[in-house]
């Protein structure tokens, strides 16, 4: 019989039935944050009470958070070595949730960034493509340890048409190739107007899709929420390097 590896690793989602229909699609492809093919090895996800698209970006809910507490905890006990979430306006929570719990805590992609940051030229700037740039604050960039230092180019996806039904007809069905193409119009724009840009922080989890094709145009690196799993899956054992049997 196959041995069932345990989840170490847990993901606080949304609510059930709070998701726009818009996003439900984007989830089937994998590199989204709650498709489980989007890992190498499994994780856990769960579901929180409140959680959805207002509570957490447009209105960051105290509520919420508090359920997420109880909830990380809950799968602490139950073995889970490190919590993440499916949203990175979760960004928001990063002190909160890493103070209240005893295992690491990583909410957002946009953690990646002053890492990036130093892995560049003190005259490049870091493209940051993000579901809804106006609900994108400052206080989201601070307690993931981005400073004024920093150079970004904050790319909101708002802007694109069929991206926008996400907020506009949460109801409705999207056109995922429509939604590709947008994206990767984003950043070849991005590009295109600022030629300081030497790589790609991608703050939605459901852009991770996209990922590859925009290195494969662009030719710069593009960092991601399972760029960010993927390292902190290693720092705790889940992926082991090669040349440990």
């Known amino acids: 019989m196959e041995k069932i590896e345990p989840c170490r690793i847990g993901i606080l989602c949304w609510e059930a039935g709070q998701v726009p229909r818009g996003l439900v699609q984007l989830e089937t492809l994998p590199g989204n944050s709650t498709n489980p093919k989007s890992y190498a090895f ?15 970006l447009e209105d960051p809910s105290q509520d919420v958070l508090k359920n997420m507490i109880v909830e990380s905890k809950k799968m602490i006990s139950e073995g889970i070595e490190a919590i993440t979430t499916s949203c990175g306006f979760n960004a928001i929570f990063q002190e909160e949730l890493a103070s209240a719990l005893d295992v690491p805590v990583f909410t957002s992609s946009l953690l990646q960034v002053p890492l990036v940051h130093k892995m ?21 960039l601070r307690t993931v340890g981005i400073t004024d230092d920093i150079r970004l180019n904050i790319l909101g996806m708002e802007n694109s048409p069929e991206w926008n039904k996400i907020f506009t007809a949460p109801d409705d069905d999207v056109d995922l190739n429509v939604i590709a193409g947008e994206v990767i119009g984003t950043a070849k724009e991005a590009v295109m107007r600022d030629k300081s840009i030497g790589a790609f922080v991608l703050e939605c989890t459901d852009l991770p899709p996209f990922s590859d094709p925009i290195r494969k145009n662009l030719h710069l690196p593009v960092f991601d ?7 902190v899956a290693r720092s705790i054992g889940v992926v082991k390097p ?3 049997d």
Not at 42 to 56: E, S
Not at 128 to 135: L, M, R
């Open 42 to 56: 499994p994780v856990r996800f769960n579901r929180i009470k409140g959680a959805n698209l207002h509570t957490v």
């Open 242 to 244: 090669f040349y440990i």
């Open 225 to 231: 929420f399972i760029t960010l799993m993927e390292f």
């Open 120 to 140: 560049l030229g003190p005259e490049k700037s870091i493209a940051v493509i993000t579901a809804k740039k106006s609900a994108l604050k400052v206080e989201h």
